[in-house]
């Protein structure tokens, strides 16, 4: 029931809920950048740190709220380390990103699509290396005080889309940019 209701909101023609869930994004990043600095690590984490941090992972099935952003500030809105509350983050995403792509997969074969693996592994191959440098990157960033930019990022990010998503609606229908 639930996926259908995130995809209702992906496959729109409207861009306006994502333009909210990227200032969503961009407010919790604010947010938990100002949090009292936690204290606590791995063999800290409680059942309703836990709870908090899935609660948010819930919320990034919307489109244009960023998952590791919303993990990352549920960690440190509950008391985590920097450094815990990435290295959480990322662990949490390993089994959701596998389960996604397993029933993607799973979807594929079901409609007897014709499958190109090589391009597909290919893909998975380049796609976890992107996703390590993101991590490394995430992780200094976060360790930097430097996490903040995503935060800039996503509120004009957020703006724009709001903006032409308004413009479209003045338009009747949405900008194109195909001849």
């Not at 792509?101 to 290919?122: F, G, H, M, N, Q």
Request: charged share 15%.
């Amino acid at each position: 029931p639930f996926k259908g209701w995130f995809e209702g909101i992906a496959e729109d023609s409207s861009i306006f809920a994502e333009g909210l869930c990227f200032l969503y994004t961009s407010a919790i990043l604010f947010m938990s950048d100002r949090c009292v600095k936690g204290k606590k690590t791995q063999g800290d984490i409680a059942y309703k740190d836990a709870i908090t941090v899935g609660l948010f992972q819930g919320v990034a099935l919307l489109p244009g709220v960023s998952r590791s952003g919303s993990t990352i500030s549920a960690g440190l809105f509950s008391g985590m380390t920097r450094e815990t509350s990435v290295k959480y983050s990322f662990i949490l995403g390993i089994p959701v990103i596998l389960m996604s792509c397993l029933l993607e997969v799973k979807d594929a074969v079901s409609t007897r699509a014709d499958i190109d693996w090589v391009s597909c592994a290919v893909g998975f191959v380049v796609a976890a290396f992107v996703g390590l440098c993101a991590i490394k990157l995430v992780n200094w960033l976060v360790k930097t005080d430097k996490f903040k930019v995503f935060a800039y990022y996503t509120l004009v990010l957020g703006v724009i889309v709001l903006v032409i998503s308004f413009i479209e609606m003045c338009m009747g229908h949405p900008i194109s940019f195909a001849k």
